[in-house]
């Protein structure tokens, strides 16, 4: 069964940057589409971005295009979002996602999801 685990979420001042990982495992990822997305309290899930198989493919949000990067490592079936310059409006609890085509924002596309990391930027 495949499962995605994320992990380094936390609490970052204004300004300040994080790391998330999302760790696959139980099956075999060669083609697949990895992705970020993030819910906040009263909100709907919004996409925050993804990245093809290759990584020579990246899409991102609005909201976070030149502050965030994706990137994966397929050795280690892991994908990253390095976040920097973080404002109070990123506070979320960001997914990771797994999906079989690259139409990024569709979230229907997605099968697999983790469970989530809270991430808590202060003012």
């Known amino acids: 069964q495949v499962q995605l685990v994320e992990s380094g979420g936390g609490l970052v001042q204004t300004g300040g940057s994080l790391r998330l990982s999302c760790a696959a495992s139980g099956g075999t990822f060669s083609g697949y589409t990895m992705a970020w997305f993030r819910q906040a309290p009263g909100r709907e899930r919004e996409f925050v971005a993804a990245?093809?198989?290759?990584?020579?493919?990246?899409s991102y949000g609005e909201s976070v295009e030149g502050r965030f990067t994706i990137s994966r490592d397929n050795a280690k079936n892991t994908l990253y979002l390095q976040m920097n310059t973080l404002k109070p409006e990123d506070t979320a609890v960001y997914y990771c996602a797994l999906a079989r085509g690259w139409l990024p924002t569709r979230q229907g596309l997605y099968d697999t999801w983790g469970q989530g990391t809270q991430v808590t930027v202060s003012p």
């Open positions: 990245i093809r198989w290759s990584g020579s493919t990246t």
